[in-house]
């Protein structure tokens, strides 16, 4: 279920950030990443989400196991796709719940839907909420703890071209670029991310480079935001055209973030 897959992946997103302190220091990339939280265990967090997506995918397949075409389609071999999603993201080591909106553009028509979803880290699965059908959605998420979220740290060495940007008078962040590989994500989010790409398992996306940029503030050193985007150019394949991919997590909190799956969610949903 694509609406399942949306809200699950807002879950992944945070789990890219997480650290320990390095406050003393001189200031690095190195360093702020390895102190993006303090000295405190993350043990919760209170996250936004926004991300868009635009890409042209190669149908030429269905197409061709399609015996009647409509006038629209024929003649053309790709389809476009577009997400553009906002949430809120409330997690524990434990628990996490999405909350907010995807909208999503498809052969022409537009459908806005609620992101409504839980996860039991726990027990290995979530909760989905179907608006179509009014109930909730139990099924597996075969999930595995990161590195990252068990050590707290943002893993440094995944990251190539680390930089941090010239500092100027009056500024109140700290700004560091990198980028990070495709194939480096699941040394991030674990097992996870398996489980929320796997309507790409046809389209090799091993050679796809993130250009990351996050944002330290400059008193504390600590994180407030993290964006990600795709350079166009570096998905070299032919089943998919990436002409836009965003997402921006802005950290609002770290710990005293208290989430819990209601028992009506867990004794009414049905198996996916």
Avoid at 94 to 99: E, G, M, R, S
Wanted: proline share 1%; hydrophobic share 35%.
């Amino acid at each position: 279920m694509k609406k399942k897959r949306i809200a699950i992946l807002t879950v992944i997103s945070i789990m890219i950030v997480s650290g320990l302190t390095g406050c003393g220091q001189k200031v690095t990339a190195e360093n702020l990443l390895d102190g993006a939280y303090g000295s405190k265990k993350v043990e919760s967090m209170d996250a936004d989400l926004s991300m868009n997506a635009d890409a042209d995918i190669d149908i030429s397949d269905l197409l061709e196991d399609t015996a009647e075409q409509s006038a629209d389609a024929a003649g053309s071999t790709t389809m476009n796709f577009k997400v553009a999603m906002d949430c809120n993201i409330k997690a524990t080591e434990k628990i996490a719940y999405a909350d907010g909106t995807a909208t999503v553009d498809i052969l022409g028509m537009s459908q806005t839907v609620p992101v409504k979803s839980y996860a039991d880290l726990d027990k290995n699965v979530s909760y989905s909420y179907d608006e179509e059908y009014g109930m909730w959605v139990k099924s597996n998420l075969d999930y595995k703890e990161s590195e990252t979220f068990e050590t707290g740290k943002i893993n440094k060495d995944m990251f190539t071209d680390l930089k941090l940007a010239d500092i100027k008078d009056g500024d109140s962040e700290y700004t560091v670029t990198g980028k990070v590989a495709m194939s480096d994500f699941e040394k991030l989010y674990g097992k996870v991310l398996g489980n929320e790409m796997d309507y790409t398992e046809d389209i090799d996306l091993s050679s796809l480079k993130l250009d990351v940029t996050m944002k330290f503030n400059k008193e504390s050193r600590l994180i407030k935001s993290l964006e990600c985007k795709v350079a166009p150019e570096s998905l070299d394949t032919t089943e998919c055209t990436i002409n836009e991919f965003s997402a921006k997590v802005t950290i609002n909190k770290i710990n005293d973030i208290d989430v819990e799956i209601p028992s009506d969610v867990v004794n009414k949903a049905v198996e996916e």
